[in-house]
């Protein structure tokens, strides 16, 4: 499983904390997509974490959770993705819930099942950046270095860069990617239709599409498509 993550063009992520009934949740999982994440910044339990997961799992789509609070830890999925936040000016995101969560569960977990991922977080006005208190006024070489940081000297299977609500600036992922070596660099962030979808898998190993399943669903199932077809 952990290696079939070097395959993934394109992933949906999905928050436990917002509606989609289930015909469009059926398009989801059908779609093609290489995996489901799940998971939020904000109002996320483990009560709709788990409705989600069961939700998702009538159908055979490869299916994530990103950890984000100790209290939605939930047993099922088939990988478990620890964020590490680089940029963080608040450090219990980048080793203390983590610490925290580790007192707790660290001696039942199935190691092969954490994945863990080097997040950059680059647009100040997001929800995750807030909380984090990212520094997110970051150059090229920060960006660069943040990468190497996670990719080589962490050895994360995934560096992120997160855009989350706004499309980010490409040169910027592209440059990121050619910096790591054995890492998948994922890129998230205001992905709503096919076009920027195919900008995004240009520059980025594996394009992440999430706000929009929510606002415009059609264009935001058209993504798979885009993506896909590239290869
Ligand atoms: C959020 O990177 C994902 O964590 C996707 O971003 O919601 O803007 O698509 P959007």
Request: proline share 3%.
């Amino acid at each position: 499983m952990l290696t079939d993550i070097k395959q993934w063009r394109h992933v949906f992520k999905l928050d436990p904390d917002r509606e989609m009934p289930d015909e469009h949740l059926e398009r989801v999982c059908l779609s093609g997509t290489d995996a489901i994440i799940v998971g939020g910044s904000s109002g996320i339990t483990f009560d709709n974490t788990v409705d989600l997961l069961a939700r998702i799992r009538r159908y055979e789509v490869p299916c994530v959770l990103e950890i984000s609070t100790r209290e939605a830890i939930v047993p099922g999925f088939d990988l478990f993705f620890i964020p590490i936040v680089l940029n963080a000016g608040d450090p219990q995101w980048i080793v203390g819930h983590h610490q925290q969560a580790l007192r707790e569960y660290g001696a039942v977990l199935d190691w092969e099942q954490v994945v863990t991922e080097g997040y950059i977080m680059l647009n100040e006005h997001s929800t995750a950046a807030r909380i984090t208190q990212s520094d997110t006024a970051l150059d090229v070489q920060d960006v660069q270095a943040y990468s190497r940081l996670a990719d080589r000297l962490f050895r994360c299977p995934i560096v992120y860069i997160e855009y989350s609500g706004t499309f980010g600036d490409m040169e910027i992922v592209s440059r990121a990617r050619q910096t790591v070596r054995d890492a998948r660099l994922f890129y998230g962030g205001g992905i709503d239709g096919p076009e920027k979808a195919m900008a995004a898998a240009q520059a980025a190993d594996t394009v992440v599409v999430g706000n929009a399943l929510y606002e415009q669903f059609e264009q935001a199932l058209a993504t798979v498509h885009a993506v896909k077809g590239m290869q």
